[in-house]
């Protein structure tokens, strides 16, 4: 108890309960799964968060029959801050819209990757859970996502494609050295025992193969509830709690509500990620064959990055979606950065004129003021050249002999001697009385 006075201590802040709903393959109804699951906590009076964070397929979105005005992309890009891009779903669950469409944002950028981390740890304390519904598939992004989760929901199905993709992404999770929760969730089942027997087997071969634990979270069976649901964009833990496909989720939330309630909290979600970070940033430059190898990969990033930034410019242009004068702004802020970092100019000046001449719908008042300043420009006197400096003399003659005479300048000028040879027209006339000897010429000339 308080001393009397004194203020009451207040509880630290507990961090979300960090759930990544992932799957090794796409097809196996992992967002479904992931929208009705957190419906059904939601129902238990839990506050919840969803991030849509399949940044190249985002559905969420649709499966709730919400349509944003933001999406996580407006996050990535630095455009809104994340609480900006809320959409409130039934029972109060804040959904985080993924960036549908965007195909360069599928592989996060570790610029996009910090920014996300840094936005999400603003929210993590206001949330009892917040459940991650990633990519399906083993790209750097998803793995990274399930790897900063507390708990690894993953979703399979009867398929044996399903079985094996989910079996290659535990053995990449468990190379990152992460000690991670699996729970496992076989879908699309038949009946209770198929279940059953299909976690078995999976888990006996990653138990066997990889020297990992699973869990069975549960089952779902073959709903055509579920499909009709998708069209109606209804999800069925919107049903009563007495739809048999309602009880199933619910069923699914409790088995989770206990799994974590079983075990402490663990680090926050964003520690994962700034730890991540500390890392790449205390690796030294000269670590061998490695660094070498990752110069190329760092200048692909940073290409990939610049052709994200590109296309989302692009798209916003694209849809109107800024007015004319923001764009222009932007792109003489971007040619100004160009110009002073690399000199000249990035654009085909004499094309961009061309162009201007041609249009239909030209600018004269601009051509005139183009003309005025050329001409104007053409009009100034060329600058005067600067004088070449006199050659020395040639160091074996005296200072005194390379003053040539006052009048070899005037022979030099038309390379006729007159003062020897007399005027040219005489010589010409001389040279003309073909019936002199050469000895007699000769001896004029003398």
Known sequence: ?????????????????????????????????????????????????????????????????????????????????????????????????????????????????????????????????????????????????????????????????????????????????????FEVVVNMCSSANEGREVYHRFAAAVDKYIGLPMHYLGFLLRDESMRAAVSLQRPVSLFPDTDPSARSFLRLADNLQLVLRDRPPGPAFSAYWQRRFRQRAEMPADAGTGAVASAPRRAQSDRTYLGELRARLQLLMEQRRIDAETAADTLQALFETYRQQYGGSPLDILALINELVQCEDRDDQLLRAIHDKVEAWGAKPPPALPSAPAEPPPASLPVASAAPPANRGAARAHGFDERRFGSQQALVALLREGDKPLSEVLAALG
């Open 1 to 181: 108890m308080a001393a009397k006075g004194q203020p009451a201590p207040t509880a630290e802040p507990v961090p979300s309960r960090v759930i990544a709903i992932t799957s090794g393959k796409g097809g196996v109804g992992k967002s479904s799964i992931a929208v009705n699951l957190a419906i059904s906590l939601a129902k238990t009076g839990s506050r919840v968060c969803m991030l849509d964070a399949d940044t190249g397929l985002a559905n969420v979105n649709i499966l709730l029959g919400l349509t944003p005005e933001y999406s996580l992309e407006h996050v990535l890009f630095g455009a809104k801050a994340i609480e900006d891009v809320f959409i409130e779903a039934p029972y109060g669950v804040q959904v985080i819209p993924g960036a549908n469409g965007i195909a360069e944002c599928v592989d996060l950028h570790p610029r996009q990757q910090l920014r996300l981390t840094r936005e999400l740890a603003r929210i993590e304390n206001d949330f009892d859970y917040l459940l991650v519904d990633t990519a399906a598939g083993i790209s750097e992004s998803t793995l990274d996502l399930v790897s900063a989760a507390e708990v690894v929901v993953l979703v399979i199905t009867p398929e044996p494609t399903s079985l094996t993709d989910a079996f290659s992404m535990v053995k990449l999770l468990k190379r990152r050295r992460r000690v991670l929760q």
